[in-house]
């Protein structure tokens, strides 16, 4: 894993968190890894308040934040959001990851 590469944010990730506002609540999209899942590794995506410590990712006054714990993990990851049949939600597209189950939400390294 390369630490020096933070995570991407898609312009279009940015964009869903403005429409829910998130920034008017003081929230940033958290974005952890924690062990766990079918995989190995499961990514966990929710509102939270920024902490000391995090990887502020920020555009247009939105912020998605990473802990120093789960950084390496995402060294170079790209968070995203997406529309589809099955539903709208936060992807990461992780080059770390050796694997993934087919929701996407848990992997391996």
Same mark, same amino acid.
């Given at each position: 894993? $390369? @630490? #020096?590469? =933070? =995570?991407?944010?898609?312009?279009?990730?940015?964009?869903?968190?403005?429409?829910?506002?998130?920034?008017?609540?003081?929230? #940033? @999209?958290?974005?952890?890894?924690?062990?766990?899942?079918?995989?190995?590794?499961?990514?966990?995506? /929710?509102?939270? #308040? =920024?902490?000391?410590? $995090? @990887?502020?990712?920020?555009?247009?006054?939105?912020?998605?934040?990473?802990?120093?714990?789960? @950084?390496?993990?995402?060294?170079?990851?790209?968070?995203?959001?997406?529309? /589809?049949?099955?539903? #709208?939600?936060?992807?990461?597209?992780? =080059?770390?990851?050796?694997?993934?189950?087919?929701?996407?939400?848990?992997?391996?390294?």
């Amino acid at each position: 894993m $390369d @630490l #020096a590469l =933070p =995570p991407k944010v898609t312009p279009r990730a940015f964009e869903r968190l403005s429409e829910i506002g998130a920034a008017g609540q003081g929230k #940033a @999209l958290r974005v952890a890894v924690e062990g766990g899942g079918c995989s190995g590794f499961q990514y966990q995506i /929710e509102l939270d #308040a =920024p902490a000391e410590g $995090d @990887l502020i990712l920020e555009s247009s006054g939105e912020k998605v934040v990473v802990d120093e714990v789960s @950084l390496p993990f995402l060294s170079n990851a790209v968070i995203d959001f997406t529309e /589809e049949l099955i539903g #709208a939600r936060f992807t990461i597209d992780n =080059p770390n990851a050796a694997s993934s189950c087919g929701c996407g939400v848990s992997f391996a390294m």
